[in-house]
């Protein structure tokens, strides 16, 4: 095997100072169609216990000498909080602890100005998410690490560099839009800063209702994927108490190719079935996971936009439409079974996510009100590797040299599937198609884990 497959990749340890200049509230820059006191529903998929997070991102651009950065993205998201209003509310929780959005006097979102005396070529390469640039993410002083009630659902940090480059650092609340959702906002946000003129492409959709609970509420499947799995295993011993480490691959697309073709006695295996049952297993081996009997769970978010027929979703709609896959095995089977057994049920559990189990994971939550997440033997697979993260954050400064997330380490049971970096596909060739895996794992397990991962001797 060419060890250009899968390589490891490095990221500087830093410390960037900066300096906030300006905290600012965007109100919608015109009327918008509820006034203070008003509420809107969130549905069941919004509200679900993992979705109650804020998803950190962050974008770097070379520079911002052709207009003004701070006025340009201030206006723009003014103007786009008119057609996404519910953007500016804040959330709250009735009386069965579900969530809403109301709207009060001046809330809006948060814009944050803040300066760095370093340069870009500074934070070493810009295409490995780094733990080091959580200072370019706004936090409120002593934030909870899952507050997300009473507080702004869009938070923006642009952080001017001294070399004129500078980067977006935004926090949006999970509950208001999924992935693809998010990609919908910041398209919008982008091309309105960069035309200088409100686009919306499509026109945002609310319509929450379309996913209120059957009367009454019909669960036609186990759930498993939201049930408790006891604690029992040194998983779980390790995760808490070692402190565990961001590591990140690059994976190469013949790679991927060749971990499909391994698997081709699992029919309709998808790359990422592939990938996600390859990661699984050099997971579990590498933590050397005990007892062989104990039961793991693979979870990952599945889009279910295409299952949805009668009636179909209104084009535009921005919110939750995701499905939680779950795949299980014990670890003797994960670790000493066939692959193409572990792809398929990566498979089966994708599959098996249709407009019907959809509704019956709505019930689910109106009737069971999870209220803790849980992570007994569990590994959580989040695919980013469809988002338009480059293309849509042009916001008139050409596509930024790096969009996506940060900082795994405060949730160390996921692993992030990313596409491969704007400055890595410049004058590359024949490499296309190129993922990121970005991991965390206690410093006993990196050098196993990276041996297993990069082999498919599998």
């Given amino acids: 095997m060419a060890p250009s497959w899968v390589q490891e990749l490095h990221f500087p340890q830093l ?4 300096t906030i200049n300006h905290i600012s509230p965007v109100l919608p820059a015109g009327p918008i169609p509820v006034t203070p006191g008003q509420t809107l529903y969130l549905s069941n998929l919004d509200d679900m216990i993992g979705s109650r997070v804020f998803t950190p991102t962050v974008y770097f651009y070379p520079s911002y000498h052709n207009k003004p950065v701070m006025q340009t993205l201030y206006n723009a998201l003014s103007s786009v909080l008119v057609p996404y209003y519910p953007l500016s509310g804040r959330l709250r929780e009735t009386e069965n ?18 300066r760095s005396e370093m340069a870009l070529a500074q934070l070493g390469d810009l295409t490995v998410p780094n733990p080091a640039w959580t200072p370019l993410i706004f936090r409120f002083p002593n934030e909870d690490p899952y507050k997300v009630l009473d507080m702004p659902l869009v938070i923006a940090q642009v952080t001017l560099f001294s070399c004129g480059g500078f980067s977006i650092g935004l926090r949006l609340c999970h509950c208001l839009c999924d992935g693809l959702g998010a990609m919908q906002f910041i398209n919008s946000w982008a091309e309105t800063a960069k035309i200088g003129k409100l686009v919306t492409n499509p026109k945002p959709c609310w319509d929450r209702e379309f996913f209120k609970p059957r009367k009454p509420p019909l669960i036609k499947y186990p759930h498993v994927e939201f049930m408790r799995i006891d604690d029992g295993s040194s998983l779980t011993t390790t995760i808490s108490r070692d402190k565990t480490i961001q590591k990140c691959y690059r994976i190469s697309h013949d790679f991927q190719s060749r971990l499909k073709i391994l698997a081709q006695e699992s029919s309709l295996c998808s790359t990422f079935d592939a990938m996600a049952a390859h990661i699984w297993r050099s997971w579990v081996k590498a933590l050397d996971v005990r007892p062989t009997n104990y039961e793991l769970r693979l979870t990952f978010s599945v889009n279910a936009r295409p299952k949805l027929k009668n ?21 003797s089977k994960l670790v000493t079974g066939s692959f193409a057994e572990t792809v398929r049920s990566i498979g089966e559990a994708r599959r098996g996510i249709s407009e019907e189990y959809l509704r019956s994971t709505v019930d689910y939550v109106e009737v069971k009100r999870p209220r803790r997440l849980e992570f007994g033997g569990k590994l959580t697979v989040t695919q ?13 400064w050409g596509r930024p040299i790096y969009a996506g997330p940060i900082d795994l380490t405060p949730t160390p049971q996921v692993c992030v599937l990313l596409p491969e970096g704007e400055a890595n596909l410049i004058g590359s060739s024949g490499c296309g198609g190129a993922m990121i895996v970005c991991i965390c794992l206690p410093e006993y397990a990196i050098d196993k884990f990276t041996k297993l991962l990069s082999t498919e001797n599998i």
């Fill in 311 to 331: 009636p179909p979703l209104k084009e535009g709609f921005y919110g939750n439409v995701v499905c939680v896959a779950c795949a299980t095995s014990t670890v």
């Fill in 15 to 18: 410390n960037i100072p900066i």
């Fill in 97 to 114: 602890g579900k969530l809403e959005v109301f709207f009060g006097p001046k809330q809006g979102a948060l814009m944050v100005e803040a």
């Fill in 384 to 396: 980013w590797t469809r988002f338009s993260l480059y293309e849509s954050a042009d916001f008139g």
